[in-house]
């Protein structure tokens, strides 16, 4: 497209939390759907929980689209990252946060106590023998 | 800017190229909105593809 066109305003919102989440592809000059986009509407699916307002960034590569989304509690902040084939309309790859769970037992395996406590069974020292005689240890 | 209500953008066409093809006129904005209803979160314009990517709350 050759012409130039200056944008002048876009609204937006704060977030709140919503029953749907969707990525609408539509012409700049019109606001209506692109020609090029098979679906006009592409729904995202949300990972993890939220009970406050979430923002999204957008960045348009090509055929691609790259949408983060970052939500969360109070407790806790989630950020996932969604790769949308915008021609096609379907999403091809959601980076799902990790579970509260899988956080916390990263945390107990990873703490010094840990590491200490599971070097010995885990990883254990390395010893090579060369015909019955100690040669080396790591 | 709007908040929530109303979502949209405006946009002015300013190419030299239309007073080459003999368009002489006054540039004049031109409001595109998205619906009442929706809530528009983030947005992503391309301009050679004539694309504005949004996320939607509804």
């Not at chain 1, 055929?63 to 969360?72: E, P, Q, S, T, W």
């Not at chain 1, 980076?95 to 990883?123: G, M, Q």
Request: charged content about 15%; glycine content about 8%; some cysteine.
């Amino acid at each position: 497209m050759h012409a130039l066109n200056l944008i002048l305003y876009v609204s937006f919102s704060t977030g709140v939390p919503v029953g749907r989440l969707e990525i609408h592809i539509i012409h700049f000059t019109t606001g209506k759907r692109h020609k090029s986009a098979n679906i006009p509407e592409v729904q995202l699916e949300l990972a993890g929980k939220y009970n406050r307002p979430f923002g999204t960034h957008i960045e348009i590569m090509g055929n691609y689209l790259v949408i983060l989304l970052a939500h969360g509690t109070s407790l806790r902040n989630f950020q996932t990252l969604y790769l949308v084939d915008w021609i096609k309309g379907h999403v091809i790859h959601v980076s799902a946060p990790p579970s509260i769970t899988f956080v916390c037992l990263l945390y107990v395996l990873t703490s010094r106590i840990a590491t200490t406590l599971l070097r010995k069974y885990l990883f254990p020292s390395l010893d090579i023998h060369i015909r019955g005689h100690l040669r080396f240890r790591a | 800017m709007h908040e929530k209500e109303n979502p949209g953008w405006s946009h002015m066409h300013l190419s030299p190229l239309r007073e080459l093809r003999g368009f002489i006129e006054d540039p004049v904005w031109t409001d595109v909105r998205l619906g009442d209803h929706l809530t528009m979160g983030g947005w992503a314009l391309d301009l050679d593809q004539d694309l504005v990517a949004s996320s939607l709350l509804s």
